[in-house]
């Protein structure tokens, strides 16, 4: 009898093997061989899940951005109800931060929207998605009221700018940690995100 294949173990299989790849060498390692092979599978195996070295790029994306908002979701519901909301939005943005290796190869992932840009057909939702996060974490400092919709574009000017801001930061931080990890550890990162936090909070008043 044919072997009976479990098409989403398969893809789960092909993931870890995805990821590792990447982990290991980045994002512009990924091809159909070097995930067939890190899978233990023929190139034309692989196929049938994935045609294009961009399609395995894309499905990493799509893993990264799981495996973040999985984390945000468990630190809302595990949060101290007693930290300050500098706190409450660093441990938010922290997320997006690679402070250990799992967030180390998430931002390696990342790396990925500069290779393949507007063949990612979910590039400006993605964008649309980090800013709305960040829309939130400035506005949860100024005092202002959660966003119904934080994708869209704020009436007030403070937060826009300063959502702008914190993007910025958080991204440049991100790859000072990675360019330079002896420089920027990851205490270093946590005390920067905070003063730079605390300052946007200051600003409102």
């Known amino acids: 009898m044919p072997k009976i294949v479990d098409h989403e173990e398969r893809r789960r299989a092909l ?15 990924v091809s159909i061989r070097t995930v067939a092979a890190e899978a233990g599978l023929s190139s034309g195996a692989l196929r049938h899940y994935f045609q294009t070295r961009e399609e395995l790029l894309v499905f990493a994306l799509d893993l990264s951005e799981e495996r973040v908002v999985r984390r945000m979701r468990e630190h809302s519901r595990d949060q101290d109800p007693d930290a300050t909301v500098v706190e409450r939005a660093a441990g938010f943005a922290e997320h997006m931060l690679p402070l250990d290796e799992i967030r180390r190869a998430e931002y390696r992932v990342w790396e990925a929207t500069g290779i393949i840009g507007e063949r990612d057909p979910r590039l400006e939702e993605r964008w649309n998605q980090q800013r709305g996060l960040y829309r939130q974490l400035v506005g949860a400092l100024g005092g202002l009221p959660r966003l119904d919709d934080p994708a869209r574009t704020h009436p007030d000017p403070w937060l ?3 959502a702008s801001f914190l993007h910025t930061f958080v991204d440049g ?3 000072q940690m990675m360019v330079n990890p002896d420089q920027v550890p990851p205490d270093t990162a946590r005390a920067r995100l905070r003063a730079f936090l605390t300052h946007v909070e200051s600003s409102r008043r």
Not at 15 to 29: C, F, H, K, M, N
């Open 173 to 175: 931080l991100s790859l």
């Open 15 to 29: 993931a870890e093997a995805l990821w590792r790849v990447i982990a290991r060498s980045g994002p512009q390692t």
């Open 160 to 162: 826009e700018d300063w």
